[in-house]
């Protein structure tokens, strides 16, 4: 079946623009997690949807990043007034459940903020 | 502060040696504990998990074994193979929570 996909797979935008990123989740998949991986480094958590809950926003670095899930499928995950310091790649991942069942990530976004 | 470490943060050996990397935990309510490998360029991906109730895990060259007393787990990998060059993570539940928080990841590096 299909997996998580991410649209789009690149995006190069100028610093002070708004940006916004997809995800598609597995389809029946109540958990979806954002996340930020910089070069070389680890998986930073931004965000986390689970069914009808509010989301755990608990990860996000600032008010400019906000993200929504819309009939808890799809979610897009926006960064406004875009700094370089945002460049990294975004991850999505989505799971049957919460955190106690398998990860199943997207492909991510590369994002360059020139 | 960060309830998941990971060690080594690189890790070098020769085909066929073994790898172990470990992996400390803070909240003992924790109890589901991945894996994941990440080539490079590419998304992460579960190779192993274990639950709390069992202490270890096998699948072919790979392991994982847990102690819940120390609060840490451990992946094993026999018979290393050039194939097996990745960064991996460990991941635990965030405190109080079932968000997986992941370890800062270990860069393997096996040499032919």
């Known amino acids: 079946g299909a997996g998580v996909s991410q649209s789009p797979s690149n995006k190069v935008t100028e610093k002070g623009k708004d940006v916004e990123l997809r995800c598609d989740p597995i389809s029946g998949h109540t958990a979806l997690y954002w996340y930020r991986q910089s070069l070389g480094q680890g998986l930073e958590f931004l965000i986390y949807?689970?069914?009808?809950?509010?989301?755990?926003k608990s990860g996000l670095p600032s008010d400019r990043f906000s993200a929504e899930r819309t009939g808890g499928s799809v979610s897009t995950l926006t960064i406004q007034r875009t700094q370089q310091e945002d460049s990294a790649v975004y991850l999505c991942a989505s799971s049957l459940v919460e955190g106690r069942e398998t990860q199943y990530f997207g492909p991510g976004t590369r994002l360059l903020v020139l | 502060g960060e309830n998941v470490e990971q060690h080594p943060s690189t890790l070098s050996v020769q085909e066929g040696d073994s790898a172990v990397i470990k992996c400390t935990y803070s909240d003992s309510a924790s109890n589901y504990f991945p894996w994941y490998k990440q080539e490079l360029g590419k998304r992460p991906q579960l190779i192993i998990d274990?639950?709390?109730?069992?202490g270890e895990k096998k699948d072919q060259r790979i392991a994982v074994t847990l102690n819940k007393t120390a609060k840490h787990f451990s992946l094993h990998i026999t018979e290393t193979q050039p194939e097996d060059s990745a960064v991996y993570f460990c991941a635990a539940p965030k405190r109080g929570s079932y968000i997986p928080t992941f370890g800062r990841g270990t860069s393997l590096i096996v040499h032919p």
């Open positions: 949807f689970q069914g009808n809950s509010a989301p755990d």
């Open positions: 274990i639950r709390s109730n069992v």
